[in-house]
T-cell receptor
Framework: QKEVEQNSGPLSVPEGAIASLNCTYS??????FFWYRQYSGKSPELIMS????GDKEDGRFTAQLNKASQYVSLLIRDSQPSDSATYLC??????????FGPGTRLSVLP | GAVVSQHPSRVICKSGTSVKIECRSL??????MFWYRQFPKQSLMLMAT?????????EQGVEKDKFLINHASLTLSTLTVTSAHPEDSSFYIC????????????FGPGTRLTVT
């Protein structure tokens, strides 16, 4: 069974700090990796996608992928209270369905 | 770009009735559309995957006769919850991948269904 695991949290960080969210996956055939943000009562919003090993930066967000370790992370720099949400990690083996983790709830304290 | 809409955003229906939810890709053609269900404080649960012109593929445990999916065009998929019961009350979310970039999935805003 293909699985994506995340710490459910809540992860609490002070405003301005770096939030580090982690995700591991079981399917070695996974080729695409995604981070979604979901506010309470809303649908998920894609914030980052990463396809190759290493880091990918987009504004305050950095995704890190290590396929050998089957590990994906998301760093949020200068965390803001508006970043408080549930972050979903997802993987995909091309042509197959997306597999979502249970999500990590992030709370940024003002 | 990559906007997905859903209608209605919220619906209340009586037990035993049917409810149709529409999912549209507004600015792209959707190769594949996915239907998810999410109960409070739980993660997304994939219900089914549909490709335009083909029968939907349902996940294990999802009744295809209860959750009817029609993917009539590259921009529209519908989910009909038939003979709804209170336990069907949930947040239903569709998503789509585009013909141009099938790697990324874009979600609609969701439909909150309450069955009384």
């Amino acid at each position: 069974q293909k699985e994506v695991e995340q710490n459910s949290g809540p992860l609490s960080v002070p405003e301005g700090a770096i939030a580090s969210l982690n995700c591991t996956y079981s399917d070695r055939g996974s080729q695409s990796f995604f981070w979604y943000r979901q506010y309470s009562g809303k649908s998920p919003e894609l914030i980052m996608s990463i396809y190759s090993n290493g880091d990918k930066e987009d504004g305050r967000f950095t995704a890190q992928l290590n396929k050998a370790s089957q590990y994906v992370s998301l760093l949020i720099r200068d965390s803001q209270p508006s970043d408080s949400a549930t972050y979903l990690c997802a993987t995909r083996n091309y042509g197959q369905n997306f597999v979502f983790g249970p999500g990590t709830r992030l709370s940024v304290l003002p | 770009g990559a906007v997905v809409s859903q209608h209605p955003s919220r619906v209340i229906c009586k037990s035993g009735t049917s409810v149709k939810i529409e999912c549209r890709s507004l600015d792209f053609q959707a190769t594949t559309m996915f239907w998810y269900r999410q109960f409070p404080k739980q993660s997304l649960m994939l219900m089914a995957t549909s490709n335009e012109g083909s029968k939907a593929t349902y996940e294990q445990g999802v009744e295809k006769d209860k959750f009817l999916i029609n993917h009539a065009s590259l921009t529209l998929s519908t989910l009909t919850v038939t003979s709804a019961h209170p336990e069907d009350s949930s947040f239903y979310i569709c998503s789509a991948t585009s013909t141009a970039n099938s790697y990324e999935q874009y979600f609609g805003p969701g439909t909150r269904l309450t069955v009384t």
